[in-house]
Nanobody, 121 residues
């Protein structure tokens, strides 16, 4: 069974940075970050394919950088210029295939347990 383990969440002041990591137990095409704040729907943050193709959600463009290691089994999310509205539980997800709707949560079957990111203003 494929497992995903996230790390790197925490608390930071607005304008600060955090780096999230997600380790997968299995090679796959698509790995992605999603986030969910209380009372809100799960939102796509960034998706990275093994080809290197990367897609970002509009709220994080220009501030977040997603990448994968050379073995393509670890997903990173460098979060810069953090805002209070970035506060959420961040989840890693993967799909062995390469979905066309890259930031659609329904395209991903395997999920991590989540890591909390809290940004104070």
């Amino acid at each position: 069974q494929v497992q995903l383990v996230e790390s790197g969440g925490g608390s930071v002041q607005a304008g600060g940075s955090l780096r999230l990591s997600c380790i997968s137990s299995k090679y796959n095409c698509a790995m992605a970050w999603f986030r969910q704040a209380p009372g809100k729907e799960r939102e796509g943050v960034a998706a990275v394919f093994t080809s290197g193709t990367t897609t970002y959600g509009d709220p994080v463009k220009g501030r977040f950088i997603a990448s994968r290691n050379s073995a393509r089994t670890t997903l990173y999310l460098q979060m810069n210029s953090l805002k209070s509205e970035d506060t959420a539980m961040y989840y890693c997800a993967q799909n062995p295939l390469c979905p066309s709707n890259r930031l659609d949560p329904s395209e991903y079957l395997t999920w991590g347990q989540g890591t909390q990111v809290t940004v104070s203003s």
